[in-house]
């Protein structure tokens, strides 16, 4: 069993920064390839960055693409989502997710644990 809390979220200027941070409790994080997803309102779910449960690959959404950045620290049970130049369009509720021992997927479905999610808002 696992279970992720994120944080981080808030309102931010376009063209600002925000860190999210997620971190898992539960044994053996390092076996998980950890994911972000986000949600606006009246939108579907939509992937937005992955990391390898070695961390070795990222994979991220054409979308955020040379703006956000995935890392994670397995000694401190966390991954991370840099957001840099946020967009208005950014804004959504983004939570995180944890694949046993997966590879990095932009599919929801192959997640096994959610978190609750956190707000960002990005004013224009």
């Known amino acids: 069993q696992v279970q992720l809390v994120e944080s981080g979220g808030g309102l931010v200027q376009a063209g600002g920064s925000l860190r999210l941070s997620c971190v898992a409790s539960?044994?053996?994080?390092?076996?998980?390839?950890m994911g972000w997803f986000r949600q606006a309102p009246g939108k579907e779910r939509e992937f937005v960055a992955a990391?390898?449960?070695?961390?070795?690959?990222?994979y991220f959404a054409d979308s955020v693409k040379g703006r956000f950045t995935i890392s994670r620290d397995n000694a401190k049970n966390t991954v991370s989502l840099q957001m840099n130049n946020l967009k208005p369009e950014d804004t959504a509720v983004y939570c995180c997710?944890?694949?046993?021992w997966g590879l990095g997927s932009g599919s929801a479905g192959d997640y096994n644990y959610w978190g609750q999610g956190t707000q960002v808002t990005v004013s224009s």
């Open positions: 539960g044994r053996f994080f390092s076996r998980y390839a």
């Open positions: 997710a944890a694949d046993h």
């Open positions: 990391i390898s449960w070695s961390g070795a690959s990222t």
